[in-house]
Nanobody
Framework: QVQLVESGGGSVQAGDSLRLACAAS?????????MGWFRQAPGKEREFVVA???????????EFGDSVKGRFTASRDNAKNTLYLQMNSLKPEDTAVYYC?????????????????WGQGTQVTVSP
């Protein structure tokens, strides 16, 4: 089994930055797992934010959702089994619960239904 624990959420003003972290643990977790972030605002469906996949010696490839491209970046620390999401130039529409997800595959996908492991979520609130 794999456990995912998110941290770093909070309340900020528009234009501010936040960094979320997702720490993975469990006997079966591997640095080759695809990991990603999704978010869900009240009354809306879960939205794709970023998916990362291991590409070998060159590290990780990250694919971003259209609504966050150019503002969000992602990185992974293999030594800590942690995925980070750096969120810059935050907007009120970024307000949501952010969920970390992982799947035992090198293929990073944007469909939340393809991920088998989820964290409990962390709230991000952006005020105008």
């Amino acid at each position: 089994q794999v456990q995912l624990v998110e941290s770093g959420g909070g309340s900020v003003q528009a234009g501010d930055s936040l960094r979320l972290a997702c720490a993975a643990s469990g006997r079966t977790f591997s640095s080759t797992y695809a990991m990603g972030w999704f978010r869900q605002a009240p009354g809306k469906e879960r939205e794709f934010v970023v998916a990362t996949r291991w590409i070998g010696a060159n590290g990780y490839y990250a694919e971003f959702g259209d609504s966050v491209k150019g503002r969000f970046t992602a990185s992974r620390d293999n030594a800590k089994n942690t995925l980070y999401l750096q969120m810059n130039s935050l907007k009120p529409e970024d307000t949501a619960v952010y969920y970390c997800a992982a799947r035992p595959s090198r293929a990073a996908v944007t469909d939340p239904g393809e991920y088998g492991y989820w964290g409990q979520g962390t709230q991000v609130t952006v005020s105008p």
